[in-house]
Each structure stands twice: as C-alpha cells, then as structure tokens.
Nanobody, 122 residues
Framework: VQLQASGGGLVQAGASLRLSCEVSGGSFSFYTIGWFRQAPGKEREFVSAISWGTDTDYADSVKDRFTISRDNAKNTGYLQMNSLKPEDTAVYYC?????????????????WGQGTQVTVSS
C-alpha cells in the first residue's frame, strides 16, 4: 500500500488549499484516512480523519476551517483547508488504517504518505 500526498504550497493568511492523498494497493473503501501535521520543532499532531462512511473528526484548532472528504472511486482522500493561518504551517501527512474506528494517535495508522509542505505567510 502506498500513499501519495500532494497539494501543499505557499499561500497568504486567509487563503485556501486542498490536499489530496492518493492510495494505491489494498481496498481503499475499507481504510480510515487520517491527516496529521508536523511543524518545525514540534511533535506530529492529529488534524482530521474520516472513516469508511461519513464519520469524521477534527482537531479543535482546525474545526470549522478544514473539511475532510474521500472519493472511493478515485482512491483519494482530501483535506480542504480554508481561512489558513500562519500557525497552520507544517508538513502535512496522510495516513491509512484498517477498521472504521477513527483514532487520533499516529501509531494507530498502518500506512503513511511522504508529506506535503504547507506554508502560510502573514
């Protein structure tokens, strides 16, 4: 199973970006997809996750600004990020896990993508 994250970039505060996570191998429909981020000098933190169906979860810091979704036909998960803030600057990683339960801990995920850089300038 391989995950390919893309869509990062350099934007100004208030802008939007959409991250994509394309998954190859395995049965995408049966993966819970998670997004994590790691800022310089900080530990990796949970951002959002979506289960097999419509269950979603968001960190408080991104709730009401970020929206997670998935397209099973395209084997791709998405993270729509609106109203970006400088504190959102980080490398964003997508991850996949079996079973539909959403977890916020990174060790709960079986597979990881390589990360995509998001930089938000003030």
């Amino acid at each position: 199973v391989q995950l390919q994250a893309s869509g990062g970039g350099l934007v100004q505060a208030g802008a939007s970006l959409r991250l994509s996570c394309e998954v190859s191998g395995g049965s995408f429909s049966f993966y819970t997809i998670g997004w994590f981020r790691q800022a310089p000098g900080k530990e990796r933190e949970f951002v959002s996750a979506i289960s097999w169906g419509t269950d979603t979860d968001y960190a408080d810091s991104v709730k009401d600004r970020f929206t997670i979704s998935r397209d099973n036909a395209k084997n791709t998960g998405y993270l729509q990020m609106n109203s970006l803030k400088p504190e959102d600057t980080a490398v964003y990683y997508c991850a996949a896990k079996y079973l539909p339960t959403i977890v916020r801990t990174d060790h709960g995920y079986n597979y990881w993508g390589q990360g995509t850089q998001v930089t938000v300038s003030s």
